[in-house]
């Protein structure tokens, strides 16, 4: 078994020591486990790329708007997207550790995932089309995928931020787990860690590194098992979502009480609970909906989700004819733009 660390904080920093804690943790539960890591904001991904050559084409080949990306404005001669995608997909877990920047996980992993993720990992998109093509689907007969996006895989989430309250991480466990969900590997341990400003500052807490510890054991446990059996071991407050544990919600303004899970899509109802006795105040949680179709976390709600952009591609598509003129129009449009030493390269 191979695990992947993610380090998403500045070089030598509070994400780098929690990682290395973790996959030295990893090691001495099973020495059998081999680990490597790779600090993101060093990856190199070059400007404007088009999607890499192995890029899976959920759009079946139809929106090759979508698959040939922008023109590059330079020629780049590095990219690292390549070997970032196989350490990935070569892994049987990954632990991400990384600072929180403004309530959510720095944008050098979102770059990475923007550029690889998304589309180009959907494991629901893959399981709905060999369905398909194995029930005879003719659209589906051409249908590829790299074979690594069907092993089990498990996550685990460490956030640090230098805020002492739970304000300024609004966003960091949501948007990590977004970053993700594509691939439906099962977060087995997330947690965040609270007052780490300085570089190194995780050292000062010996609690936060044995939760580092604690949540690498974790993912140990749960390697190899299937998504529907893995279990997920971290912590989940009274009415959090029971598909990504979180207690991030929305109103669905539904008429109904209805919430939404900020994080999943997951969907709710508010209900009012029993007074406590003493009379204390009755709680008000959300009570969720089973077999959800509407979380990305289920595999339902990715096969949901796949159908409806498919479906609606196809409608869309066929309108854009009527609209080529006026966007050759948009386009041709000149406009000053900003003078960038990189446009001059
Ligand atoms: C641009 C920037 C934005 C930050 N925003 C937040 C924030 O919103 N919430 C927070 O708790 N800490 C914030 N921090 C503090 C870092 O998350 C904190 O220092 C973290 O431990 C750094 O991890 P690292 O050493 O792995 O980079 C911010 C730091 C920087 C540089």
């Given at each position: 078994m191979h695990i992947l660390g993610l380090c998403n904080g500045q070089l030598h920093g509070n994400s780098e020591i929690l990682l290395k804690a973790a996959l030295t943790e990893a090691t001495a539960a099973d020495p059998t486990i081999t680990t490597a890591w790779i600090h993101v904001p060093s990856l190199v991904i070059p400007r404007n790329p088009a999607p890499l050559k192995s890029a899976m084409d959920v759009s079946m080949g139809t929106n090759k708007g979508q698959m040939s990306g922008a023109a590059p404005t330079t020629a780049e001669d590095v990219d690292d997207r390549q070997a970032a995608l196989n350490a990935i997909l070569d892994a049987d877990a990954i632990i991400v550790a990384s600072a929180t920047y403004s309530h959510q996980p720095p944008g050098f992993l979102k770059v990475l995932m923007d550029r690889i993720g998304g589309p180009y990992l959907d494991v629901g998109f893959v399981r709905n089309a060999r369905a398909k093509q194995a029930a005879g689907d003719p659209k589906f007969a051409d249908f590829k995928y790299d074979a690594r996006l069907l092993k089990p895989r498990a996550l685990g989430f460490i956030m640090t931020g230098g805020s002492t309250t739970p304000d300024q991480f609004s966003m960091a466990l949501p948007t990590m787990n977004l970053f993700f969900y594509c691939l439906h590997a099962k977060v087995v341990d997330q947690f965040l860690g609270k007052n780490f400003m300085d570089a190194g500052s995780v050292l000062l807490d010996p609690a936060v590194m044995e939760r580092s510890r604690l949540l690498a054991r974790n993912v140990v446990s749960q390697l190899g098992k299937e998504f529907d059996d893995a279990a997920y071991l971290g912590p989940s407050e009274p009415g959090?979502?029971?598909?990504?544990?979180?207690s991030a919600i929305e109103f669905l303004h539904d008429g109904d009480n209805g919430v939404g899970c900020?994080?999943?899509g997951a969907r709710g109802k508010l209900v009012v609970g029993e007074t406590a006795a003493g009379g204390g105040k009755a709680q008000i949680l959300p009570e969720w909906e089973e077999d959800s179709e509407w979380s990305c976390v289920t595999l339902k709600g990715k096969i949901k989700h796949g159908e409806d952009i498919l479906s609606w591609g196809s409608r869309e598509r066929g309108k854009m004819a009527a609209v080529e003129e006026e966007k050759a129009k948009w386009l041709g449009v000149e406009m000053p733009q900003v003078p960038l030493p990189s446009s001059r390269l």
């Open positions: 959090a979502c029971p598909y990504c544990h979180l900020t994080t999943c």
